[in-house]
């Protein structure tokens, strides 16, 4: 059986930007043709299923580098099954899954495990990373070559900022041998110092405990210096200041091999909107400022951030219906990423192209996978409806955890298929 997508644009920057239909069969993509193909040339009408797609952009499979499945051993706050629907429903083919579960994935079972369990179900597609220390505990390497093998794509100890700057130096020694790149969640612990939302005016108003700018900024400034001394790959997530975003613009003008990301979060919201203590707005980088949020437009602009990530945690009401300052930090992005993201299409900020780059191509690139549409390569696609609005609501989400803080935000665009491996796994 082939699949005919017809009557949209397919948009892959620096491959192809025209109206044609595409063919698909079995997992892979078998031709791109004209919309006035006659399909009885590459097969009968019985044995061709029709995908209108009319109005609509079809583009390389999305992809989030940055993703909390929580399973193995947090399956109440999210499971592989429903992180990967959810991916689905939010248009990714494909995700990186934290290694922060229970255990860690910091050893080649673990990550065989989260190979496997995402093969079975058939859904998106997960590249795992492997933890940079045994348990994430900062102190001595995990088994990197090991896990490596079994399929991870990058090292990281989100969440848990590695201290030990010597350490940090090592493992970037170590993985530039492997050739997969370092991710960097970027805290300074003691100047964070158990804070819950930005240090400002609001932090003050509310009586919480803030937490600045350089929390951030100074682990950047270090981990750029690493980079530039090993010549090894440093990938920052979720950025959110505007020292960091200079810091990175700078480094990239030197030839330092950086990249980051930041979140949609980052670039909609402020910690003007951290109200009435709701806890689905506290995240870890936490909200910042107007200025910070302008910065982080500004340097998705002129590219110096790389790409966009969810940063999805999920989280219980246990972990979140508490006091603002003892609830977990993170919310679900996963099938709000594209909408909130698309606005910066709308906007006028990014063209389409460069919103695809920073969605599919980027994030492709720096974990290694080509996903270019055209014959012979593998079905991943996402077809987008740029015009559709409709208002978030997280009782529709497919995640178990429905911590957003963009509940009854109204919102233009969105998918409207998935397609892994020329499966559709996700239609609206």
Excluded at 277 to 295: C, G, H, I, V, W
Aim: hydrophobic share 40%; proline share 5%; charged share 25%.
């Amino acid at each position: 059986m082939r699949i005919r997508i017809k009557g949209a644009r397919i948009l892959d920057p620096g491959n192809i930007d025209d109206n044609k239909d595409i063919i698909v069969k079995d997992h892979l993509i078998e031709a791109i043709v004209d919309p006035i193909f006659d399909r009885k040339e590459n097969g009968t009408s019985s044995d061709i299923e029709t995908i209108d797609a009319t109005g609509m952009i079809v583009v390389p499979g999305l992809i989030d580098i940055h993703v909390h499945l929580r399973e193995p051993g947090q399956e109440y706050k999210e499971t592989i099954e429903t992180g990967l629907m959810a991916a689905a429903r939010g248009g990714f083919t494909a995700v990186c899954s934290m290694p922060n579960t229970n255990p860690v994935n910091d050893n080649s079972q673990v990550t065989k495990f989260i190979i496997n369990r995402a093969n079975e179900l058939g859904l998106s597609k997960v590249y795992p990373t492997g933890a940079i220390t045994q348990g994430s505990m900062g102190n001595t390497l995990a088994e990197i070559y090991d896990m490596q093998q079994a399929g991870i794509v990058a090292v990281t100890d989100d969440g848990k900022p590695l201290e030990n700057s010597n350490l940090m130096r090592r493992a970037l020694e170590y993985c530039k041998g492997f050739n997969i790149p370092v991710f960097v969640h970027a805290e300074e612990l003691s100047i964070a110092d158990g804070g819950s939302m930005n240090e400002g005016f609001f932090a003050t108003f509310w009586g919480i405990k803030g937490i600045p700018n350089a929390a951030e900024s100074i682990m950047v400034v270090r981990d750029i210096a690493l980079s530039e001394l090993t010549g090894a790959s440093v990938h920052f997530c979720h950025i959110s200041t505007k020292e960091s975003v200079e810091a990175i613009r700078q480094a990239k003008k030197r030839g330092v091999k950086v990249t980051c990301e930041t979140a949609p979060h980052y670039f909609t919201l402020t910690d003007e909107d951290v109200k009435d203590y709701n806890t689905n707005f506290k995240m870890n980088p936490p909200l910042r400022s107007e200025e910070d949020r302008q910065a982080v437009i500004q340097g998705l602009v002129d590219g110096t951030i790389d790409l966009i990530a969810s940063d999805h945690a999920p989280h219980s009401v246990v972990e979140k219906d508490v006091e603002f300052d003892r609830a977990a930090f993170g919310i679900v992005g996963l099938e709000t990423s594209l909408s909130l993201s698309l606005k910066l299409v709308h906007d006028g900020f990014l063209t389409m192209a460069e919103l695809v780059n920073k969605m599919a191509k980027h994030p492709a690139k720096i974990i290694g996978i080509q996903n270019d549409v055209k014959p012979g390569n593998i079905a991943d696609l996402t077809i987008i409806d740029p015009e559709d609005t409709y208002e978030i609501d997280p009782e529709t989400f497919k995640s178990k955890s429905k911590n957003t803080p963009f509940s009854g935000l109204k919102v233009k665009g969105r998918p409207f298929l998935t397609m892994v491996n020329g499966k559709v796994v996700y239609s609206k």
